[in-house]
């Protein structure tokens, strides 16, 4: 059965902080793996990984993916309270599944 | 232009109705989703469209029936809603089944 699992579930960290959210996956005909940022409406598109080892950089956020390993992790280095959201990755293969999402709360 | 817009934003009904979700898209994709994020913010997937054809189909109640008139839209329709349907469903399109998926702003459904 294909699944993404992500973890933690939660975190809650200071200001300034560095976090790592990790995302494995075991998924059919895996193509890419994508992580996605939600605050209060929908999940917005951050980053889509096709190939191992090549980190992806936005800013603060960086990601990268291990496809010998089936997983990848998110990084936000300095983290700002408006970095507080529940951060999704997701696989693309034969389907296209989300994980469970890890809940970030940034605080000053 | 809104790429992906969905409506209504709100729905609040009663149990027993029937009602409909609209989603639109912009981009020109092939493939559109409706997924449903309940209380614990899981967004499990609930159908897929490829061109007008049903490509993904999970273990969703037959109450639920997606509608797909174009490859512009995909519709949800919901008969004899029950209580355990409250939650956010969200409509997404995305150019294949295989790339990263836009998503609508959602529909918050409450049935009393």
């Known amino acids: 059965e294909d699944k993404v699992v992500q973890s933690p579930l939660s975190l809650v960290v200071h200001e300034g902080d560095t976090v790592t959210l990790n995302c494995s996956y075991e998924?059919?005909?895996?193509?890419?793996l994508l992580w996605y940022k939600q605050e209060k409406k929908a999940p917005t598109f951050l980053f889509m990984l096709?190939?191992?080892?090549i980190e992806k950089k936005s800013g603060r956020l960086s990601s990268i993916l291990d496809k010998k390993e089936l997983f990848s992790i998110l990084n936000i280095t300095a983290t700002q309270t408006g970095d507080s959201a529940i951060y999704l990755c997701?696989?693309?293969?034969?389907?296209?599944?989300f994980g469970t999402g890890t809940s970030l709360t940034v605080i000053p | 232009d809104t790429a992906v817009s969905q409506t209504p934003k709100y729905l609040v009904t009663q149990m027993g109705n029937d009602k409909s979700i609209k989603c639109e898209q912009n981009?020109?994709?092939?493939?559109m989703y409706w997924y449903k994020q309940d209380s614990k913010k899981f967004l499990k997937i609930m159908f897929s469209?490829?061109?007008?054809?049903?490509?993904i189909n999970e273990t969703v109640p037959n109450r639920f029936s997606p509608k797909s008139p174009d490859k512009a839209h995909l519709n949800l329709h919901i008969n004899s809603l029950e209580l355990g349907d409250s939650a956010v469903y969200f409509c997404?399109?995305?150019?294949?089944?295989?790339?990263?998926?836009?998503f609508g702003q959602g529909t918050r459904l409450t049935v009393v």
């Open positions: 997404a399109s995305s150019l294949t089944h295989r790339t990263e998926a836009f």
């Open positions: 981009l020109g994709h092939d493939t």
């Open positions: 998924v059919t005909n895996f193509r890419s």
């Open positions: 997701a696989s693309t293969g034969n389907q296209f599944y």
């Open positions: 469209y490829n061109n007008k054809e049903l490509i």
């Open positions: 096709t190939s191992s080892g």
